[in-house]
């Protein structure tokens, strides 16, 4: 702590990434990224792009790429924002829409950046109990006679990869006609089902999604939301007031080529949902409980061995996890499906350290 630090500075509690090492024979399983990389398309649209223009300013707005997106979900360029990886997108969205003195409603188990977003502006959270069984009760977020700031939540929610039906964002729409409505799809592409197409009816929908996972390009920071114009205008003004440029040239032109390599992006997601449904399988014989994932990871938990102690296990292997020291999840591993090799190597050392007696 330093004297310089304003009172602001001195309460937060910012999230921690996952642990990044340098070893040999790594298997990296505990950050979400997609095993399979970006499609060819993308490093060609990069290196081409890393020539004389470099030493120009890249387009503020993304028009090209915002063109892209909007094709791709069959919506209009007015209604994507596109900024620097989806928690750009979504600390944007907290200053813009979540009005401060009224709570913030999002799942007691959720991606655990929101609390920090809403810590940092100042907003109050209300955390709404997921169901014993860790799904999301959409009824528990109706306030008869009371008010809130907005609801976010993470669909598939993170870390339990567990998805949310269509109807049901729907009907969590319906409670809060009034309030902004944030879904965070950063896994939708492996198995859950997309708002996007709810947007024409409901005004207060506001869908985040990233290329970071199922567009192997958490390097390049990518995130985009779509919604309204109207929302769309407010997350521009927050932007025009923090940072012009928050995509540089090299992202825009890789993000842009991304979304043209339909045949590449479908393919590799479809092998990561294989490989989830044989890891799921794999662990469930060695006698872990395994919540049903619709995201690219697995959410698991052994009665008879404590998750911290098993994943700094795999740790001394050289295989890391997230293990995730919060209540009623401290007893599960979040892991990354990886490649087939990955996810055997995996399992192979787990049965070697007797898991299932």
């Given at each position: 702590m330093s004297r310089f630090w304003s009172p602001l500075?001195?309460?937060?509690?910012?999230?921690?990434?996952?642990?990044?090492?340098?070893?040999?024979?790594?298997?990296?399983?505990?950050?979400?990224?997609?095993?399979?990389?970006?499609?060819?398309?993308?490093?060609?649209?990069?290196?081409?792009?890393?020539?004389?223009?470099?030493?120009?300013?890249?387009?503020?707005?993304?028009?090209?790429?915002?063109?892209?997106?909007?094709?791709?979900?069959?919506?209009?360029?007015?209604q994507v924002f596109v900024g620097n990886g989806s928690d750009e997108v979504l600390a944007h969205a907290f200053a813009a829409f979540f009005r401060q003195g009224l709570p913030l409603l999002m799942p007691d188990v959720s991606y655990s950046f929101y609390p920090v977003y809403a810590q940092l502006y100042g907003i109050p959270v209300e955390t709404v109990p997921v169901n014993a069984d860790f799904s999301i009760d959409v009824q528990a977020y109706a306030r008869p006679g009371g008010d809130v700031g907005g609801v976010v939540i993470a669909n598939p929610n993170a870390p339990t990869g567990m998805a949310l039906p269509l109807e049901q964002i729907e009907r969590l729409l319906n409670l809060w006609p009034d309030r902004v409505v944030l879904i965070d799809e950063a896994y939708v592409d492996f198995g859950g089902e997309s708002a996007v197409s709810l947007l024409a009816r409901h005004p207060n929908l506001l869908v985040v999604q990233t290329l970071s996972k199922s567009r192997g390009l958490a390097g390049l920071r990518v995130g985009y939301a779509i919604g309204s114009p109207a929302l769309i205008e407010g997350l521009s003004r927050i932007k025009g007031c923090f940072n012009s440029y928050p995509l540089d040239r090299l992202a825009q032109a890789g993000a842009q080529a991304s979304f043209e390599a339909d045949v590449y992006f479908r393919t590799t997601c479809e092998r990561v949902m294989q490989s989830r449904v044989h890891l799921t399988e794999g662990l469930r014989a060695l006698g872990f409980e395994v919540l049903p994932s619709s995201a690219n990871f697995v959410f698991a938990r052994h009665p008879l061995r404590d998750a911290a102690e098993l994943a700094q296990a795999l740790k001394s292997q050289a295989i890391l996890v997230r293990h995730f020291k919060l209540p009623r999840i401290d007893q599960f591993l979040r892991i990354t499906v990886g490649t087939g090799a990955q996810c055997h190597r995996l399992l192979?050392?787990?049965?070697q350290m007797q898991v299932h007696r």
């Open positions: 500075v001195q309460q937060l509690k910012p999230y921690v990434a996952g642990e990044q090492l340098d070893l040999p024979d790594l298997i990296k399983l505990n950050t979400n990224e997609n095993p399979y990389g970006p499609a060819p398309e993308v490093l060609a649209a990069i290196a081409q792009a890393n020539a004389d223009s470099l030493r120009l300013y890249p387009d503020p707005g993304a028009v090209a790429l915002r063109h892209t997106i909007a094709a791709h979900h069959g919506v209009r360029a007015e192979d050392v787990l049965a």
